[in-house]
């Protein structure tokens, strides 16, 4: 018997696969205090949870028979991935099943916003008949911009076009193709920020997304533009949405998610022009069933076939490919994430990986996955994982290509990824050199032997005598330490690159004075998010099934 605990207001209905099943005990206890929690934690198989437990480290380590987390919805905010990757807990997510409902509520808010609803309502039910304060607007003929056209996006696009909205949408993976068939127009953020009457938000929290609605974006829109947020707190900022308002720029915004939560800004909160509610997107009593149904099937497709569908973390491996694959796993998700930086931080059009020497006698599916991965998560952070990336990128129409061959290429084991867009491409060759660990190779046409850090700068210059000299001096006088230094090129004189491990990440003030260097042609800081920690676990049963 298999005992899942469920702490947060989860449907009864959505729980009745678990509940009827002969080979689990599940038993709710909402709105536990945490201290209660970790003293009974250990007894469980699986827990079940929404956003109000938070899964944090000290609660993991009392865990010592939990197996699953589930989420019963998307965002896993509130739950200490790496913790329970490390203690080998598969954490899990119900990816889809909120879409109509966050649709919904993004097509209620617009319509609100339009109408000014609320504001009417509020008026009318206290005893004022005021029909001249609420003079709305229409949707038909209206521009609407949607930035993020993944399922929410590209469902809130269908449903405005009924109302004969023209849409423009923006994606890094949105192509020319898809917006044909979806009736859109691809457009940029700037075209956005210009034609929009109307601009709703659907993209994932991430580095490049957070605070991209700022004063900048808002100078660059139509007096009048309206805003809808029901993704995720932060990727509008706030503070200049408000200034916006106040200065009659922007005629209003409809807020369901926001920086912190719960909410207690007066000036978010008491602005006429600014319609809030309170993280209600996915509040639907038929969403709340299907994520604890999802949730629950998936438990008991773990327990039953040790299968997996929507995991948010990384999948275990047995004990023997663990020990040959698990430096190269760290390796390939390392050099994703600097290969799409390279690309100028592009969405991909075409991925090609190439693996020689006896990694070709291996199984690579994880490693192609891992790879995938890091690319992809630049763009779409933790909503991109090794069970759905394959998924991902077929949905965004992106093909990738894997070759195997067994020339050794100077090392006993080698791989190489390419990403390309348009006339762009940026290749990284690495491998794991015994008692060395990880090198990158190769970037672009150049040899290299550059261990992976944290925060790197790769700089493309001409190779002309002074050039680290005066690199080291300008970084210096910004009291940039540099760890190490290597250089490659492919004839003196000609064109060469440095890449330089640093201490710290650099500002965009310190790239703008090194790309004035005579002789330097292009700076880019780069950044790799897993460096310190990359944890796979050992688990035999487990079986990854592909998506």
Known sequence: MYKVLVTDGISQTGLECLVNHPNYIVERQPTLPVEELIKIIGEYDALIVRS????????????????????????VDNIDISAATRKGIIVINAPGANTIAATEHTLAMMLSLARKIPQAHQKTSGGE?????????????????????????????????????NILGFDPYLTEERAKKLGIKKASLD???AESDFITIHTPLTNNTRGIINDEFLSKTKKGVRFVNCARGGIIDEKALVRAINTGHVAGAALDVFEKEPVTDPELLQNPNIIVTPHLGASTVEAQEKVAEEVSKEIIEIFEKQSIQNAVNMPQMSGETQAKLQPYLLLADQIGQLAIQLLKKQAPGKIEINYYGDLVDEDTELLTRTLLRGILSY???????????????????????????????????????????????????ATVLNGYGARIVKINQYRIDVKPEKYLLYIKHQDVPGMIGK???????????????????????????????????????VIRELTLIDGLEEAQFLEISNVDSFHAGPAEKQKVETV
Do not use: C
Request: positive net charge; proline residues 1%.
């Open 129 to 165: 008949w005021d029909r001249n304060s609420f003079k709305g607007v229409e949707l038909y003929k209206k521009t609407l911009g949607v930035i993020g056209m993944g399922k929410i996006g590209t469902e809130v696009a269908k449903r405005a076009k009924s109302f004969g909205m």
């Open 471 to 509: 690199v080291g001096s300008l970084l210096g006088n910004f009291y940039i330490n540099i760890g190490t230094m290597q250089v490659g090129r492919t004839e003196v004189g000609g064109e060469a690159i440095m890449v330089l491990t640093l201490d710290k990440e650099l500002g965009t003030d």
């Open 379 to 429: 763009h779409l952070s933790d909503s991109v994982n090794l069970i759905n990336v394959l998924h991902l990128l077929k949905e965004q129409g992106v093909p990738y290509n894997v070759q195997k061959n067994a020339t050794n290429k100077g090392f006993a084991n080698y791989m190489e990824l390419a990403v390309s867009q348009g006339e762009d491409t940026a290749r990284i060759g």
């Open 52 to 75: 109000q437990t938070k899964v944090t480290e000290e609660l993991l380590q009392a865990a010592d028979r939990l197996k699953v987390i589930a989420r019963a919805g998307v965002g």
């Open 191 to 193: 075209l956005i920020a």
